[in-house]
T-cell receptor, first 112, second 115 residues
Framework: AQSVTQLGSHVSVSEGALVLLRCNYS??????LFWYVQYPNQGLQLLLK??????LVKGINGFEAEFKKSETSFHLTKPSAHMSDAAEYFC??????????FGPGTRLSVLP | DSGVTQTPKHLITATGQRVTLRCSPR?????VYWYQQSLDQGLQFLIQ???????AKGNILERFSAQQFPDLHSELNLSSLELGDSALYFC??????????????FGNGTRLTVT
């Protein structure tokens, strides 16, 4: 069985500051990992995905995430936060023969 | 725009009633997934269909049922509604029968309010 934890249900950063959203996973088989973003009143939108190629994955809107097997982590980062980044972010894990499992989400607030 | 269409956007109904939520997947996608999102439960997987056949079942109540039609659109039927069924219901689609390496594409959801 797989599981995902996201440390911090709510993260606040100042505009221009580094964004770091944490994701740790548990999987008994090699995982595929995804970050999704949800803006208010919208569905989830794919930010980026790790599918066993490069461990540093670049996504849309300047976000990137690094797969660290030894730490079972897939943290999401962005060097400089923008007001438009305020949203809910979900980490998800999948694996061969398994369906997606989503984390509980982290709400990102960006302060002016 | 994800290409996944959900109708209606909002639904308000009373306890004990039955509603049907509709989803049209992205063009070419054969898999449809249903998720329920609520404040206390987060994003919960309900059920998956692939090319008309049920593929996987998650935390779907017996009062809920779904189907996928030959034109690949899907419907989620919720019956004997309770206050606790109030939530956002999302449909997602993907091209592969097993989603593990293929991202899901989400619709904008149907917000169900049970009064």
């Amino acid at each position: 069985a797989q599981s995902v934890t996201q440390l911090g249900s709510h993260v606040s950063v100042s505009e221009g500051a580094l964004v770091l959203l944490r994701c740790n996973y548990s999987s008994s088989v090699p995982p595929y990992l995804f970050w999704y973003v949800q803006y208010p009143n919208q569905g989830l939108q794919l930010l980026l995905k790790y599918t066993s190629a490069a461990t540093l994955v670049k996504g849309i809107n300047g976000f990137e995430a690094e797969f660290k097997k030894s730490e079972t982590s897939f943290h999401l980062t962005k060097p400089s936060a923008h007001m438009s980044d305020a949203a809910e972010y979900f980490c998800a894990v999948s694996a061969a023969g398994q369906n997606f499992v989503f984390g509980p989400g982290t709400r990102l607030s960006v302060l002016p | 725009d994800s290409g996944v269409t959900q109708t209606p956007k909002h639904l308000i109904t009373a306890t004990g009633q039955r509603v049907t939520l509709r989803c049209s997947p992205r063009s070419g996608d054969l898999s449809v997934y249903w998720y329920q999102q609520s404040l206390d439960q987060g994003l919960q997987f309900l059920i998956q269909y692939y090319n008309g056949e049920e593929r996987a079942k998650g935390n779907i109540l017996e009062r809920f049922s779904a189907q996928q039609f030959p034109d690949l659109h899907s419907e989620l039927n919720l019956s004997s509604l309770e206050l606790g069924d109030s939530a956002l219901y999302f449909c997602a689609s993907s091209g592969s029968p097993s989603s593990y390496n293929s991202p899901l594409h989400f619709g904008n959801g149907t917000r169900l309010t049970v009064t």
